[in-house]
């Protein structure tokens, strides 16, 4: 089982980005998206599931970020637009065979290689 992401690099505020996270040996449930800044803890930022549902958001990213994912693919993206400095962090995907919304990371069996993202003020 592994997830790929990619997708990050440096944009100025107010710009946008897509990460892509392809995932191989296993359809999960529910893929999730984590960010780390430095010196602070990883903490979520959307997931989405094959079941019905909404996707979830963390506060800091409604309106701005918008999780979605192909089966077909098994892919999971996550369109990042109006870009802070804040927002500066590494990016990690995550995947879990169950089929429940979690915003912890001990929820997450799997976890991608993590991708940059850097916002320039």
């Known amino acids: 089982v592994q997830l790929q992401a990619s997708g990050g690099g440096l944009v100025q505020s107010g710009g946008s980005l897509r990460l892509s996270c392809a995932a191989s040996?296993?359809?999960?449930?529910?893929m999730a998206w984590f960010r780390q800044a430095p010196g602070k803890e990883r903490e979520f930022v959307a997931a989405?599931?094959?079941?019905?549902?909404?996707?979830v958001y963390a506060d800091f990213v409604k309106g701005r970020f918008t999780i979605s994912r192909d089966k077909s693919q098994n892919t999971v993206w996550l369109q990042m637009n109006s870009l802070k400095p804040e927002d500066t962090a590494v990016y990690y995907c995550?995947?879990?065979?169950?089929?429940?919304?979690?915003?912890?990371?001990?929820?997450?069996?799997?976890w991608g290689q993590g991708t940059q993202v850097t916002v320039s003020s």
């Open positions: 040996g296993h359809t999960f449930n529910v």
């Open positions: 995550a995947a879990r065979a169950a089929t429940v919304l979690h915003r912890t990371t001990t929820a997450y069996n799997y």
């Open positions: 989405v599931g094959w079941s019905a549902g909404s996707p």
